[in-house]
């Protein structure tokens, strides 16, 4: 049976040419061929927003295949210390109001969130902390984003392979374990760990692109430490293109973040088992769909399988291309808003009738074999 | 279309029946036997009950704590990696949808989510949006944010105070307002550890209590329906009796909910210094009329707890099972996301088993005391039919009490409690009182004229097999299970409250968001467009 499923994807697969600009409905039509006719497919990318996230899940469910996110990696380091430890998590508001420490940890943070250092009020004390100031600490971060926060920021330098030492070290030394370190060096770890055991309420803010997994539950333990006296809480900054938002939404229609499958109809997670590329790059899945409505990033597999793209550009790797509305843009969504953290509602910034990426799956899932629409 | 339910033993509380006979619905009401008109369809209901459907008046479903509940643990569910084959939370499904599919298999179809943090109301309103079948509701949480703190340190008035709730509930689309641990988040975030109903937090100048009688001070003027929903103080803790009683003085007479009483009916007695103060308690509200509660059943199972109770949830990351945790700082409120396990063989747990017990039968009167276990917090929703099996018997509960580790039956009344819940009693707590403490007329009931949610369930002396699966399930006249099974899941609404308010606090909200956040207000509202099905809302009038 798998290989004459396969053979038959395979076929229909070889059926059109890939730049051939075809309809969107005899796309839709030909994406639900490929992916029914897969013997695993997956739905891959799941760049999108709320809406478009719920239709890919139930796609994959649909499919009794598998979804993933572009960033899963990052997904899965952040939800690490939560599910093996303890985590503490406050918002940017809360950073920008209360926090009388900001600890930035690792590079990338401006990259990310260009607008961090007006959003959070670097320069300014913190509205509800009458009468504190605000001490600002950066580890290992880019020069260039330190120098141009907009503030007084006491800087150590480290590279990104040093950080979870590091991060451990000022972790030991806050609790007043031993650590062997030249004097100059422990000399600053302590006055480090001094500082973040002095402040009121201390925000470390980070995300996982910018640390190592390791790093990021050291991160986790150093924050959770602190609070054995003091306040102490962390943000996030969160994966490229909806990553948290995907994640919320996996939480409530299959009850699992991405690299979830439905191979036996019941969702199972399994990190390593339902990641995309590994699935592709292997040869057990055998059709995919590939979503990024936020860019036009390709998949990251080299092998070929049946393809179809939906992004908000015109990639053009795949049989079939549909190029979706950017959430947010080009129509209204729901996203998780790196300014809120939460899920957020966004009017489209420049409405077009490009398409959104949860009614394109419905039109496709309108096409599956047994559908009723 | 008409159907009739015919034969059954028809128990409705409000109606006064509580006899043989049928149950006829008409375009999804019920209705008076139509003359010389046969039905459409017939369910024969012999050796049946038929109620109308049960009311969860307080159970977390939905939103970002409970979502981060089902990322933290993902071995809970039935499929993850190495896993036991079935769990307790698995059991209670642990999606959108199956969080309203096993609803509706035991007979229920309201269900409030009881705690929604404005700035998170989106989140939880499109989790809501997608559980089938049942009604839903959700309270919005205020009492630890800046905005009503400052004003209430400004010494602003109570009609000030309602603007604000009237405008949060129509920001969050909810149909009430709760207070969680009054100013004990926001003392949290100032490093406080401890907070009772006289602490006063940090910055403000405000006791607990003054934040709690302002809401329900806001709730009456607004005329809410539902009253304040208080989840007090010193949760958990041994001795918090005196916290409950010194509560319910403080309520001053007016209408109060008190949530998971459970909670804080312990003492200090005995050599663990961890007693049952129950009796006590249940005596206490027995002499407090303008009082309701809700249980918060504990029984024995894995579970999670999900709290805005931020200050509790830190102290229980010491005896979390397994040993995890979350602790969120938020805007508005915080809240943690701990693990846990109630064990039959742990002292503590029994006891807490037992005073949940206790109060349901020892607070007299059903139309103020309601069934809950405060799901997942004392377990997960899919006990009830358990429970309804321990409340209807005392062999039953003796059998537990037995099994129990020694001491605990001493430091309980139970074993000396011969109540049986009667059929009237459970639906008065499950469907006639809940319907009336949410304002919801149109149920509750099986008078014409109600909405025709009813459950009928094949009459069984095992009271727990008899209430886990309905035999029918009606929602707005639709049969949605037949025989404990699902035969159609259509969405249900979402009811709210709409007070009236002086537009001005819009305005004033407005440059609060922007001086001191720095973003637009709106960035926190949940408008039509971000919902998949905007309108499934309905109304639940305000009080005359």
Known sequence: MPRKAKSSARKSAAAPKAAAPIDIDAACKLAATLLSAARLPVIAGMGADVAGARAAIRLARATHGVYDHLASAEIMAELEPLRRARRFATTPDEARVRADCLLFVGAGLVQRWPEIGARLAVGAPPALQRGRARKIVWLGGDRADVKGLGAEVDALAAARRDMGPLIGMIRARAMGRPIKAEKSALRRIDSLAETFKAAHFGVAISSAAALDPLALEQLAGLVEDLNATTRFSSLLLGPRANGAGVTQAGAWVAGFPPRTGFCSGEAEHDPWRFDARRLIESGEADAALWIDAYGDEPPPWTRKVPLVTLTCGDFGGGLVHVRAGRPGVDHDCVEMAIETGVLTPRAASAPSAAPRVDAIIERIMAHLPGSCA | ?544
């Open chain 2, 1 to 544: 279309m008409i159907v009739r339910i015919s034969g059954g033993h028809v128990v409705d509380p409000l109606s006064g029946r509580n006899e043989t006979g049928d149950v006829w619905i008409e375009d999804g009401k019920i209705v008076a036997p139509p003359q010389g008109q046969s039905a459409d369809a017939e369910y024969d209901a012999r050796n049946c009950l038929v109620m109308a459907g049960a009311i969860d008046i307080h159970s977390h479903i939905a939103g970002a704590n409970v979502a981060t509940a089902r990322l933290m643990l993902p071995e809970a569910h039935a499929a993850y990696m190495a896993r036991p084959a079935q769990t307790q939370l698995a059991a209670a499904g642990w999606t959108a949808e199956e969080t309203g599919r096993r609803y509706a298999r035991m007979g229920f179809t309201t269900v409030v989510e009881p705690a929604v943090s404005p700035h998170l109301a989106l989140h939880a309103h499109l989790e809501l949006s997608d559980i089938p079948i049942i009604d839903k509701a959700v309270l919005a949480v205020l009492g630890n944010d800046d905005y009503l703190l400052s004003a209430l340190r400004k010494g602003e008035g109570a009609t000030a105070v309602a603007d604000y709730v009237a405008l949060t509930l129509q920001a969050t689309r909810a149909l009430g307002v709760k207070c969680i641990n009054a100013g004990g988040a926001m003392a949290f975030k100032e490093n406080v550890r401890a907070f009772s109903l006289d602490d006063v937090v940090p910055q403000y100048g405000l006791t607990s209590r003054q934040i709690m009688e302002a809401l329900q001070d806001a709730a009456v003027k607004l005329k809410l329906a539902h009253p304040l929903h208080l989840h007090m103080n010193n949760l958990g803790l041994p001795g918090n009796v005196e916290t409950a009683i010194a509560t319910i003085d403080a309520a001053r007479g007016l209408p109060l909910h008190l949530a998971h009483l459970q909670f804080y009916a312990y003492g200090k007695e005995g050599g663990r210094a961890f007693s049952s103060a129950a009796a006590q308690l249940a005596e206490k509200v027995n002499a407090s009329p303008h009082v309701t509660v809700d249980i918060g059943q504990v029984m024995f199972s894995d579970t999670v707890t999900i709290s805005l109770d931020v200050l509790r949830q830190f102290t229980g990351l010491k005896t979390a099972r397994p040993r995890k945790g979350f602790i969120y700082d938020g805007d508005i409120n915080s809240a943690g996301v701990v693990p846990y396990s109630y064990k039959r063989s742990d002292f503590f747990n029994a006891v807490q088993w037992a005073c949940g017990l206790e109060l349901f039968l020892l607070i007299d009167d059903p139309w103020r005391v309601f069934f809950t276990t405060d799901h997942p917090n004392g377990a997960p929703f899919t006990v009830y039919p358990e429970i309804f099996a321990l409340l209807t018997s005392r062999d039953r509960r003796a059998e537990w009490l037995a099994s129990l580790p020694k001491g605990v039956a001493e430091t309980t009344t139970l074993g000396s409690i011969r109540r049986e819940y009667t059929f009237e009693e459970l639906a008065i707590m499950t469907r006639a009182a809940p319907a009336k403490l949410l304002g919801m007329r149109d149920r509750g009931s099986l008078a014409a004229g109600a909405t025709a949610d009813v459950a009928v369930y094949g009459l069984h002396k095992d009271r727990a097999k008899m209430f886990a699966a309905a035999r029918y399930l009606f929602k707005d006249g639709a049969l949605v299970v037949r025989n404990g099974e699902i035969v159609h899941a259509p969405y249900g609404r979402t009811f709210r409250a709409t007070p009236g308010f002086d537009r001005a606090i819009e305005r004033r909200l407005d440059r609060y968001y922007t001086s001191l956040y720095g973003l637009k207000r709106d960035l926190f509202s949940v408008p039509d467009f971000a919902l998949p099905r905007p309108q499934a809302f309905g109304e639940v009038p305000c009080l005359a």
